[in-house]
């Protein structure tokens, strides 16, 4: 866990809040209900978040766990009793591990990936606030497989279409690099979806395996992934993610990302697999 994930828990607490707010308007006491379950979050987070300052590792499992409570409680203030919360694997196991979502009986339809999943890509390309222009278009492969009950929805090595949306160099004036990067379609197995992503955070690459030079210069990028490319390092120093997928360097550097960087993003709607868009 990083403390970029504290700041996004401490961010979904404060959206809860001012959405019990709204509830408490036309049902008080299922807003009392749900405030106190809230509060017991909240608590959660400040222990996550004073045990990451002392301890300086905390386990992404006790991340992943609080951060999907209070996503199931905000679906059920925003009335959406139907949510069952996204789950995803640590990118910074193998590439042999495997993201996932609930069972089929857990989705709200099956071919569904719920908005909240998280998947990590790989990008193809170098990105730099230095050279990167708006719309710019770029393109990253999951890095492992997306399952859910037991069948992989979208494997390793799957397409994903990024763009640029915003840059800032670091000039003179602001003297700070950032991006801010959104993703719009993803391609599995030959076909196209639209898809809403952004950015949670930049991990580096852990590099290649000794087995890598049984691989030939002409090998697929979803068979590179599957068996040669190692992990992650962990995040890349220097760089802070903001909201809205936001890449920020620290003061007085631009945002650098090497080909091979790992971008973890989260669905910011739900991708529906059963539907093509123009490829």
């Known amino acids: 866990m990083t403390s970029s994930d504290v700041s996004r828990l401490e961010q979904t607490v404060d959206q809860i809040s ?8 036309r049902d008080r006491a299922a807003a009392r209900s749900l405030q106190s379950e809230l509060t017991d979050l909240d608590e959660e987070v400040t222990y996550l978040k004073v045990k990451l300052r002392k301890e300086r590792v905390v386990p992404r499992v006790d991340y992943v766990d609080v951060r999907d409570r209070l996503e ?38 099956a071919g569904v990936v719920p908005s909240g999943t998280e998947l990590d890509l790989r990008l193809e390309q170098a990105l730099s ?24 929805l979208i494997p390793a ?8 949306t915003a ?6 004036v602001e003297r700070k690099g950032e991006l801010q990067l959104s993703f719009d379609q993803i391609t599995v197995n030959g076909r196209s979806y639209p898809m809403r992503a952004t950015v949670t955070e930049a991990l580096e690459a852990g590099g290649y395996r000794e087995d890598a030079g049984k691989i030939g210069a002409g090998a697929a990028v979803g068979a590179i992934l599957g068996g040669i490319l190692g992990g992650v390092k962990g995040a890349i120093t220097g760089i802070l993610i903001g909201g809205g997928g936001v890449v920020a360097a620290t003061e007085g550097e631009d945002v650098n990302l090497p080909a091979g960087t790992v971008l973890r993003v989260r669905l910011d709607q739900d991708l529906n697999l059963g539907r093509v868009t123009q490829r």
């Open 72 to 109: 199931h409680l905000r679906a059920r203030v925003s009335g959406n009793e139907n949510y069952t919360g996204a789950y995803s694997s640590s990118s910074t196991s193998s590439s042999s591990s495997s993201n996932r979502v609930g069972t089929a009986s857990e989705q709200r339809a």
């Open 157 to 164: 090595g799957s397409r994903v279409r990024g763009v640029v």
């Open 18 to 25: 001012a959405d019990l707010n709204t509830l408490r308007q």
């Open 129 to 152: 606030s230095d050279t990167a222009r708006v719309e710019d278009r770029f393109e990253a492969t999951t890095a492992v497989d997306l399952r859910e009950n037991g069948r992989v």
């Open 167 to 172: 840059v800032r160099d670091a000039g003179r």
